[in-house]
């Protein structure tokens, strides 16, 4: 039998239409939709996983105080919120005990203390949210047990301070949200038992104001807590992104340094080598190609080093006339240093010899930039600055006393030892900064250096470059 159609007027189809747009697309009303909202986050925060085990953790023993405490002392102290829970079980203990626990018998009463009091308390420490519907059924067992009737509520001073301790606990270790849910479960809790006990509940406005004001609380501390928490990952995050960019920034000057200083070697070997075939007699043709080879690819590489690393450039930077400083120029620096109010003196072991110019320029920098830090940090302190030229490199170490000045040390940018450990770093080479035992400072570098291979020059030439031989390979 085919199927029939019920024709739809137009008065139909407009009725439906209207209740589809007053109760929504799904037909329901905002306040069925705002009732279902409620009980799922209701069920959510308080029904869903209910006893799951979530342990407590130590304190964190790293603040100003605590870090000052002897270790052992520190170690109880990170246990202090699981202290301060058992001694809050104590009292409540103490407090039921002292009614003679109902006036049933004392062991009886112990045990009533004992286990079923101070359970809910001890099993926020591992399921808080589990611990409180459980401080709720005591509250329940205990009060009719007491003997609570009469209009009286469920509450006892045992379960008083049980249920209070429960519900800041539980507050201070999840959302705010569900510190709201269980004020109202506990002002239902109180009406409840008023209701079935027939009478006026005595204890229910007593325990809403004083559990309202501890949930309050806890959940300020708690919303604080995490406010802390967030600027603290937010300022280690500032934190990375600030070393990551002085690094950087380090860097884009240890280029610019490292141009200028190549870009003065390639120029003085594309002239060498466009003069050399005139400092020879008679040079053969292969050896005037070889030399004119040479100057055009120091040309060329000079113009890709300009090109690649004039990038790094800012649009104000100039570069220098004269050449970069070296070693050699180290008492001009301790000679400003001087004038600027700081004592400091110079130290030399070993046989000065000349090493690259990279070496000695970072070298330079890192002596310049730790003087800077100790006129910054440690005013009115004296500096020793001590160079060792050893076998195998170059050792730097520079270090300043104490801090003598009233000026208290001014702010710079704090990130000079990154600079100078990423100077290091470009070398291969080792450095430490650490506070001495005197209340001063040393910085100490090894930067590694290869011994040249002596090159036999041609007499004649003073290029030092063997001219007459053709290189065969």
């Known amino acids: 039998m085919p199927p029939t159609f019920e024709p739809v007027n137009e008065t139909t189809r407009l009725r439906q239409g209207s209740g589809k747009a007053a109760g929504g697309a799904d037909g329901r009303t905002p306040e069925f939709r705002l009732a279902m909202g409620l009980y799922g986050g209701l069920r959510r925060d308080l029904f869903e996983d209910a006893f799951a085990y979530r342990p407590l953790g130590r304190r964190r023993t790293d603040g100003p105080l605590s870090r000052r405490l002897p270790g052992r002392i520190r170690e109880a102290v990170s246990w202090a919120p ?7 079980a104590f009292i409540a203990l103490m407090m039921e005990l002292s009614r003679g626990s109902a006036g049933v018998g004392s062991s009886v009463g112990w045990l009533i203390g004992g286990l079923v009091i101070a359970a809910p308390m001890v099993m926020t420490l591992v399921r808080p949210i ?6 709720c059924a005591v509250s329940v067992v205990v009060g009719a047990l007491a003997g609570r009737q009469g209009g009286m509520g469920p509450w006892t001073p045992g379960t008083y301070v049980m249920h209070l301790t429960v519900l800041a606990v539980v507050a201070l270790r999840t959302r705010p949200r569900v ?8 002002l239902a809790l109180g009406l409840t038992t008023g209701t079935f006990t027939g009478g006026y509940n005595d204890d229910t406005g007593p325990m809403a104001v004083l559990s309202a004001l501890v949930l309050l609380v806890a959940s300020l501390l708690n919303t604080r807590r995490d406010a802390q928490r967030q600027v603290s990952a937010e300022k280690s995050v500032t934190a990375v992104e600030r070393d990551r960019r002085t690094v950087l920034e380090e860097r884009t000057n240890i280029a610019r340094e490292l141009h200028d200083v190549v870009a003065h070697h390639m120029s003085v070997v594309a002239i060498q080598a466009e003069a050399a075939p005139y400092r020879v007699e008679n ?6 190609q070889a030399f004119a080879t ?3 690819n120091a040309v060329a ?3 890709e080093l300009r090109r690649v690393l004039g990038v790094v450039r800012a649009e104000d930077y100039e570069a220098p006339d004269a050449p970069q400083p ?9 000679a400003n240093v001087r004038e600027a109010g700081l004592p400091v003196e110079k130290i030399v072991t070993g046989a000065v010899r000349e090493l690259p110019q990279g070496v000695e320029l970072s070298a330079y920098r890192i002596i310049q930039e730790a003087l800077s830090n100790t006129l910054r940090h440690a005013p009115g302190a004296a500096a020793r600055v001590e160079i060792g030229y050893v076998l195998g490199g170059l050792g730097l170490r520079v270090v300043n006393g104490p801090a003598t000045s009233e000026a208290g040390p001014s702010q710079g940018s704090g990130h000079g030892l990154t600079g100078m450990a990423e100077r290091v770093a470009m070398l291969g080479g080792a450095m430490t900064a650490e506070a001495t035992r005197e209340g001063g400072y040393e910085v100490t570098v090894f930067i590694p250096v290869e011994a040249a291979e002596p090159v036999e020059p041609v007499a004649g030439t003073g290029t030092g470059v063997n001219l007459e031989k053709e290189d065969q390979s």
């Open 130 to 135: 589990g611990a409180f519907w459980l401080s």
């Open 294 to 296: 040479i100057r055009e």
């Open 82 to 88: 699981h202290a301060a829970v058992g001694f809050l």
């Open 283 to 288: 040079p053969p043709p292969e050896l005037a």
């Open 179 to 186: 510190a709201g849910w269980m004020w109202l479960l506990t």
């Open 326 to 334: 070296t070693l050699a120029d180290l008492d001009g620096l301790l």
């Open 301 to 303: 590489a000079l113009t």
